[in-house]
């Protein structure tokens, strides 16, 4: 059983930085298959932020990301990371990682559900 974690939240001001992980909390399982990004707010869906594929070296991101958002992994210790710049208030959310050992469909990012294992969220609040 894969128990994710993530740390790195917190509150910064707009046009600022923050970088997410996402570790594998129980020491015995192995980070593999697909990692992805999300958030949500209350009284939306959650959204997909960004994700990637090793098997296929595909990575994904949201429109809304693209370009200030990265996705890195480090097989070696366990963990991935979202590094995510420009920071603006609409990235105000919940963000939480997941993983999935299936193939991805076309957009992984649309289909939250296909993941399996999730962590319990970090909050990224950013101010004007």
């Known amino acids: 059983q894969v128990q994710l974690e993530e740390s790195g939240g917190g509150s910064v001001e707009a046009g600022g930085s923050l970088r997410l992980s996402c570790t594998e909390a129980?020491?015995?399982?192995?980070?593999?298959?697909?990692m992805g990004w999300f958030r949500q707010v209350p009284g939306k869906e959650r959204e997909g932020v960004a994700a990637?594929?090793?098997?296929?070296?595909?990575?994904y991101y949201a429109d809304s990301v693209k370009g200030r958002f990265t996705l890195s992994v480090v097989n070696s210790k366990n963990v991935f990371y979202l590094e995510m710049n420009g920071l603006k208030p609409d990235d105000t959310a919940m963000y939480y990682c997941?993983?999935?050992?299936?193939?991805?469909?076309?957009?992984?990012?649309?289909?939250?559900?296909?993941?399996?294992?999730w962590g319990q969220g970090t909050q990224v609040t950013v101010s004007s």
């Open positions: 990637f594929f090793p098997a296929a070296s595909r990575t």
């Open positions: 129980s020491g015995y399982a192995k980070i593999f298959g697909l």
């Open positions: 997941a993983t999935s050992a299936r193939w991805p469909p076309a957009n992984p990012l649309t289909r939250p559900g296909d993941f399996d294992y």
